[in-house]
């Protein structure tokens, strides 16, 4: 069977619209810009999609670096309206948690506060990772950890997409979902019939172009796919996570994808070979 890399997804702000991109760098903490930016309440507590919808429609565009090598992101909202950020700006040393993560981040210009927490109807911060996270992987304390749920890497296939559709639309008024439902970094697909859905829950080792992977854990789900990313509104029949929850529940709960790490770094490009090494 050969497989390969169909789509690289980035997410430059936590819960909001991820890129397709044709090529990212690789590195400890994942592909290089994703999940570096977050927003926070008062408290430093992270703020999601679980908790405001709409930041689905929220659309955070990389801009190249500045002259001294600052990532600079441009923010559009729903309404059109755009800001533009530059990592320069955040050195206020900020204390942020994610889930039980408690590290350290950066905060910037209270302008931009103030606007997102206009457009959001509550009050939050924009924080950005630093060039380094200060959070590590939990149980491998020297593997660093972007603002990411809890993995630097999220690898779905599209065998599975598929076999989830077919399991939901034999329910009537189902539609199919789309991948962006599930966030993922890498999407792996064979070139012809021959890839088993949900065949990647049994993967431990594999090789992307010439950069290996081993596996972290199965990726347990949540409401948030739940959510159409292009309107923001719930299933009102709660899917497709009922249908995961009724064909695809793992003992580590209802799954979809595997998380993974990376020993290396280097690139990746769609089209790349997918090789299984254990």
């Known amino acids: 069977m050969s497989m390969h890399l169909t789509e690289l997804w980035i997410h430059p702000v936590k819960s909001m ?77 900020a204390p942020v948690a994610v889930w039980r993560d408690a590290f350290g981040a950066w905060g910037g210009p209270a302008q931009t506060d103030a606007w997102l927490s206009e457009r959001l109807g509550r ?43 077919r399991d939901m639309q034999q329910l009537p008024g189902r539609e199919p979902v789309t991948m962006r439902r599930f966030r993922p970094n890498l999407v792996v697909d064979a070139l012809a019939d021959g890839l088993a859905p949900y065949a990647e829950d049994g993967w431990t080792r594999l090789r992307i172009g010439a950069l290996e992977f081993s596996l972290y854990k199965h990726c347990t789900r949540c409401k948030i796919v739940n959510l ?37 770094a280097g690139q990746l490009r769609v089209g790349d070979a997918v090789e299984l090494l254990a």
């Open 228 to 264: 159409d990313p292009h309107t923001a509104q719930l299933s009102p029949a709660k899917e497709p996570l009922q249908t995961l929850a009724r064909t695809h529940k793992l003992p580590a709960g209802v799954c979809f994808g595997v998380h993974l790490v990376a020993h290396g």
């Open 123 to 165: 009050a939050c911060r924009l924080l950005y990772l630093g060039q380094r996270s200060q959070r590590a992987l939990a149980g491998q304390p020297g593997q660093p950890l972007s603002f990411a749920d809890s993995a630097p890497f999220l690898l779905c296939s599209q065998a599975s997409l598929a076999q989830l559709n």
């Open 17 to 93: 619209q991820g890129q397709a991109v044709a090529a990212a760098q690789v590195g400890a903490q994942g592909l290089a810009g994703d999940r570096q930016w977050l927003l926070a309440d008062e408290r430093g507590r992270f703020i999601t999609a679980r908790e405001v919808p709409e930041l689905l429609l929220w659309q955070p565009m990389p801009q190249p670096a500045d002259a001294s090598g600052h990532a600079r992101l441009q923010l559009r909202a729903p309404d059109g309206q755009v800001r533009s950020v530059s990592a320069a700006d955040y050195t206020h040393p």
